[in-house]
């Protein structure tokens, strides 16, 4: 589904939910909490609804909807409900490694293959403009090179091999000491992100268009513990860290999860970010 119309079905859900709530107030007395009132967040935040009890206490939900067959995992609801539970920017050792090889190495490469007839920026300005920009890019080289990615197919398919093999060599050459640093900031930030989501919410729909809900499931936040990077696997997308965890829920059960590095906004373009699940 576009991400214009994922969008718009999102919200027409949320304002559904906010004005018929007596499915989810059912759920909450399950937990022995009465609402007192729902009401959509939404927006840029991290969650999608917030609920105050009779109590006046004020809590997050994230809402995932789903279709099909998908069974909730009540240890980590992610695992059904959501492509990813944490999306973040260059926050890692790995992210800096691999902004200045990509600098370094790969763009003067780029600059020669597509002849593109301007400076490339320095290290900062580069990061400043373009890799750690949360939008779109920003300097003059990268938005010459982002026309010459989107001009023809092998453009793309040649910039996106020197990306995968660009991350192929770092996660080759990190330390055991890099790996743990990883670890313990990826646990951190992850478990940090998840505090605001206190509340998961998942529910199925008969289509991925509808608005009324056909089953509503709902479970208590966990987090996350014991979590290490197992291997480096190359996917479709590319390489990423393979991770294994456990959570508060389930501590005696092991989940596998990725981290996935890469350029969010146009493949060795701008934005360089983590998405997590």
């Known amino acids: 589904m576009p991400k214009i119309k994922n969008s718009f079905i999102e919200k027409q859900r949320l304002k559904y939910l906010t004005n018929n709530p007596i499915q989810i107030i059912n759920k909450f007395l399950e937990y022995g909490i009465i609402l007192k009132s729902l009401t959509e967040k939404g927006g840029r935040g991290h969650h ?42 260059m926050k890692y050792e790995i992210d800096e490694l691999f902004a200045n090889k990509w600098h370094t190495d790969v763009i003067p490469q780029l600059k020669e293959h597509f002849d593109i007839n301007c400076d490339i920026p320095s290290y900062d300005d580069w990061k400043r403009l373009d890799a750690n920009q949360q939008g779109s890019c920003g300097s003059e080289f990268s938005n010459l090179l982002k026309e010459k990615y989107y001009e023809k197919d092998k453009n793309k398919d040649h910039i996106k091999n020197l990306v995968h093999k660009t991350l192929r060599d770092i996660y080759d050459n990190l330390t055991p000491e890099n790996f743990r640093t990883f670890e ?51 996917k479709r997308v590319g390489p990423v860290l393979v991770t294994e965890y456990s959570t508060s829920i389930t501590p005696n059960i092991i989940y596998e999860g990725e981290a996935r590095l890469r350029f969010r906004n146009t493949t060795g373009i701008a934005n360089i970010g983590w998405g997590i699940k």
């Open 48 to 89: 999608d609804l917030e609920f105050e009890d009779i109590n006046g206490n004020k809590s997050n939900i994230e809402h995932k909807g789903f279709r099909g067959n998908t069974n909730l995992n009540i240890g980590a609801p992610w695992k059904s409900w959501s492509p990813q539970y944490l999306n973040d920017g």
């Open 184 to 234: 313990c900031k990826l646990l951190e930030r992850s478990n940090i992100a998840l505090e605001d989501k206190q509340w998961w919410m998942g529910i199925r729909y008969a289509t991925s268009d509808s608005i009324e809900p056909l089953e509503i499931s709902l479970v208590k936040g966990p987090t996350i513990t014991n979590l290490k990077v197992v291997r480096v696997e190359t």
